[in-house]
């Protein structure tokens, strides 16, 4: 758009200083001005097809990464759909209903061996351009209070979430920085946002944007970009929460755990948490769209904050908050009170 304002500036100025008699004059410069302003600044609308240019995506199976992989295959990129498991059903459906560009593979980001041929694979089967953007979007999620969890929970969330996407961009960024291309990271509003409950998933997510913001700020000398895709609740669209039932939490709990968590709680914060995620957005083309911006514009935004419009706000300031203020967001939730009329009870 500066070209637009530079343009405007310029023609006003003109008119200020030409007579009348050179009113024709004016308006063969308005013509002028716009017609330069037009061109230049299509010229920098970035990608608008990605022919000859490949993209690989982690995370093909469902959700985020098995919609912009289709996406892509239609704006003409050669996608590499990487899958947990490329012989199942969805992830066959990205073969059968894509072009002939369009490349599945074997890829479980907790594996360096899986990494590694996948590497060799693009390597292989690279188009003319090179690869242009690596999406990092494998993840799972999971809820549960910090003492219902142990230590290999914890792990087991930052191996796909944190160290997947770690373990993909290193070998990988080669590849990327010669192309000066795009890195993008699926993180989520947990990342900034201390959600009861979310302890584990918020740990990895809130690791994954210190990377990614260390990788930008090294990254910029070599003219890639790096965005952060930061979802709301999208629990419907990925549908990537596990089913559990109170019952599978309490057969967890030792004796210790079943005095302090009353089981009537641990039913009432089931029954919750599945009405939360059945309450979001029932398509994931929000997030697509900003994948997309991220992607082929030529200034792609540092982070997608992609939240519904009466969430907005408070998501926006919410960084920059006291504690105190972020904290008594909770006391406001009857869940919250019911909580602590229970414990011990």
Same mark, same amino acid.
């Given at each position: 758009?500066?070209?637009?304002?530079?343009?405007?500036?310029?023609?006003?100025?003109?008119?200020?200083?030409?007579?009348?008699?050179?009113?024709?004059?004016?308006?063969?410069?308005?013509?002028?001005? #716009? =017609?330069?302003?037009?061109?230049? $600044?299509?010229?920098? &609308?970035? /990608?608008?097809? %990605?022919?000859?240019?490949?993209?690989?995506?982690?995370?093909?199976?469902?959700?985020?990464?098995?919609?912009?992989?289709?996406?892509?295959?239609?704006?003409?990129?050669?996608?590499?759909?990487?899958?947990?498991?490329?012989?199942?059903?969805?992830?066959?459906?990205?073969?059968?209903?894509?072009?002939?560009?369009?490349?599945?593979?074997?890829?479980?980001?907790?594996?360096?061996?899986?990494?590694?041929?996948?590497?060799?694979?693009?390597?292989?089967?690279?188009?003319?351009?090179?690869?242009?953007?690596?999406?990092?979007?494998?993840?799972?999620?999971?809820?549960?209070?910090?003492?219902?969890?142990?230590?290999?929970?914890?792990?087991?969330?930052?191996?796909?979430?944190?160290?997947?996407?770690?373990?993909?961009?290193?070998?990988?960024?080669?590849?990327?920085?010669?192309?000066?291309?795009? #890195? =993008?990271?699926?993180?989520?509003? $947990?990342?900034?946002? &201390?959600? /009861?409950?979310? %302890?584990?998933?918020?740990?990895?997510?809130?690791?994954?944007?210190?990377?990614?913001?260390?990788?930008?700020?090294?990254?910029?000398?070599?003219?890639?970009?790096?965005?952060?895709?930061?979802?709301?609740?999208?629990?419907?669209?990925?549908?990537?929460?596990?089913?559990?039932?109170?019952?599978?939490?309490?057969?967890?709990?030792?004796?210790?755990?079943?005095?302090?968590?009353?089981?009537?709680?641990?039913?009432?914060?089931?029954?919750?948490?599945?009405?939360?995620?059945?309450?979001?957005?029932?398509?994931?083309?929000?997030?697509?769209?900003?994948?997309?911006?991220?992607?082929?514009?030529?200034?792609?935004?540092?982070?997608?904050?992609?939240?519904?419009?009466?969430?907005?706000?408070?998501?926006?300031?919410?960084?920059?908050?006291?504690?105190?203020?972020?904290?008594?967001?909770?006391?406001?939730?009857?869940?919250?009170?019911?909580?602590?009329?229970?414990?011990?009870?």
């Amino acid at each position: 758009m500066k070209p637009v304002f530079f343009s405007m500036t310029v023609l006003l100025i003109s008119y200020n200083c030409l007579s009348d008699e050179y009113i024709y004059t004016y308006f063969g410069l308005v013509i002028c001005f #716009m =017609l330069w302003a037009k061109m230049v $600044f299509h010229a920098e &609308n970035g /990608l608008s097809d %990605g022919f000859g240019w490949a993209v690989l995506i982690t995370g093909c199976d469902s959700g985020f990464g098995h919609h912009l992989a289709k996406k892509l295959d239609r704006m003409g990129f050669a996608v590499f759909a990487g899958c947990l498991c490329p012989e199942g059903p969805r992830a066959q459906s990205l073969v059968e209903e894509g072009s002939d560009r369009m490349k599945v593979l074997q890829l479980d980001v907790t594996k360096d061996e899986d990494v590694s041929l996948a590497k060799d694979f693009v390597q292989a089967n690279l188009p003319e351009k090179g690869l242009y953007a690596v999406v990092n979007n494998a993840g799972i999620s999971d809820w549960g209070e910090t003492e219902w969890s142990t230590a290999k929970d914890f792990q087991k969330m930052a191996d796909v979430n944190l160290f997947g996407a770690i373990r993909v961009t290193i070998p990988f960024l080669s590849l990327v920085r010669a192309s000066k291309g795009r #890195m =993008l990271y699926v993180s989520s509003i $947990f990342s900034f946002f &201390n959600c /009861l409950n979310m %302890g584990a998933y918020g740990v990895s997510k809130r690791g994954l944007e210190a990377f990614a913001d260390c990788l930008r700020v090294e990254m910029a000398n070599f003219g890639v970009k790096v965005s952060i895709i930061q979802p709301g609740n999208f629990g419907i669209a990925t549908n990537i929460l596990p089913k559990k039932t109170p019952q599978d939490i309490w057969d967890e709990f030792d004796d210790a755990r079943k005095l302090t968590f009353n089981q009537k709680y641990i039913e009432m914060a089931c029954e919750y948490f599945n009405l939360l995620c059945t309450s979001g957005f029932k398509d994931c083309s929000m997030v697509i769209n900003a994948m997309l911006h991220a992607l082929t514009a030529p200034k792609p935004q540092t982070r997608y904050l992609l939240v519904s419009w009466r969430d907005m706000f408070f998501f926006y300031i919410c960084p920059f908050l006291p504690t105190c203020i972020t904290d008594s967001v909770f006391t406001v939730s009857s869940m919250y009170h019911k909580r602590k009329v229970m414990l011990y009870s």
